[in-house]
């Protein structure tokens, strides 16, 4: 686009980008607090889930060692019977027998005791690790709390200073000359709040790409200039 004649200060393009530049970045605000929640929404659930599922292994390991304890009992209940057994025994090789029975099963009953102090220690172990994930879960509750509060304790200051903004704004581009107006808008419509740079030197501040002296002459005499190269509508900064 070539610059136009019609004439336009340098402090209302200022004023313009400097407004929709606030504005984008009170609406980013608006919209990140929605999705910051859901965030920690979702690492709490997470949270949640590895406990249940941490807390379903400890039952399980509970049980096993139940299951074990009992098989001991049943064991030394044998040994017991057999023992008495033996006193009844009417032949040696009866006798024998029994002897064999009995040996067999305190071997049994040694492994599952073994296997029981074991489990012992690995629920032992394992309640540290659940108790952290108890402990991390609630944290997690806390601060998600918190920043549930902080934003919505945030978002209508933010709504109000958008309102304001944005009034202001309305107010500005109705200083706009009728063709640099349908000309900002269509720019608007394309870049949004970029649709507007400052000159950086002898460069756009949007695409970075040189912009001649004589353009910049152009804009010091508050002629509308665009962006040989991204189509930006250019001005000086203060």
Same mark, same amino acid.
């Given at each position: 686009?070539?610059?136009?004649?019609?004439?336009?200060?340098?402090?209302?393009l200022?004023?313009?980008?400097?407004?929709?530049?606030?504005?984008?970045?009170?609406?980013?605000?608006?919209?990140?607090?929605?999705?910051?929640?859901q965030?920690r929404?979702?690492?709490?659930?997470?949270?949640?889930?590895?406990? /249940?599922?941490? &807390?379903?292994?400890a039952?399980?390991?509970?049980?096993?060692?139940?299951q074990?304890q009992?098989?001991?009992?049943e064991?030394?209940?044998?040994?017991?019977r057999?023992?008495?057994?033996?006193?009844?025994?009417? %032949?040696?090789a009866?006798?024998? /027998?029994?002897?064999? @029975?009995?040996?067999?099963?305190?071997?049994?009953?040694?492994?599952l005791?073994?296997?029981?102090?074991?489990?012992?220690?690995k629920?032992?172990?394992?309640?540290?690790?659940?108790?952290? /994930?108890q402990?991390?879960?609630?944290?997690?509750k806390?601060? %998600?709390?918190?920043?549930?509060?902080?934003? @919505?304790?945030?978002?209508?200051?933010l &709504?109000?200073e958008?309102?304001?903004l944005?009034?202001?704004?309305?107010?500005?581009? @109705?200083?706009? %000359?009728?063709?640099?107006?349908?000309?900002?808008?269509r720019?608007?419509? &394309?870049?949004?709040?970029?649709?507007?740079?400052?000159?950086e030197?002898? %460069?756009?501040?949007?695409?970075?790409?040189?912009?001649?002296?004589?353009?910049?002459?152009?804009?010091?005499?508050n002629?509308?200039?665009?962006?040989?190269?991204?189509?930006?509508l250019?001005?000086?900064?203060?």
């Open positions: 686009m070539n610059p136009t004649q019609t004439p336009v200060t340098l402090d209302l200022r004023t313009l980008h400097r407004i929709h530049r606030q504005l984008a970045d009170l609406r980013g605000r608006v919209a990140r607090g929605p999705r910051l929640i965030a929404q979702a690492h709490v659930q997470r949270l949640e889930e590895r406990l /249940a599922q941490l &807390q379903a292994e039952k399980a390991l509970r049980m096993a060692l139940d074990k009992l098989q001991l009992r064991g030394e209940e044998k040994v017991q057999y023992q008495r057994q033996l006193n009844e025994a009417k %032949s040696n009866e006798y024998q /027998a029994l002897q064999e @029975q009995i040996k067999a099963v305190k071997m049994a009953n040694s492994v005791e073994d296997e029981i102090l074991e489990g012992l220690e629920i032992d172990q394992f309640r540290l690790t659940l108790d952290q /994930a402990a991390d879960l609630a944290l997690a806390v601060e %998600s709390g918190k920043i549930l509060e902080e934003i @919505q304790n945030q978002q209508p200051a &709504q109000a958008i309102q304001r944005e009034a202001e704004l309305a107010q500005q581009e @109705q200083l706009l %000359s009728d063709d640099i107006r349908e000309i900002y808008q720019l608007l419509r &394309q870049r949004g709040d970029e649709a507007l740079a400052p000159v030197g002898e %460069s756009c501040g949007g695409c970075h790409q040189q912009v001649p002296i004589n353009m910049i002459s152009q804009i010091k005499l002629q509308v200039v665009f962006c040989k190269s991204c189509g930006r250019l001005y000086l900064p203060e």
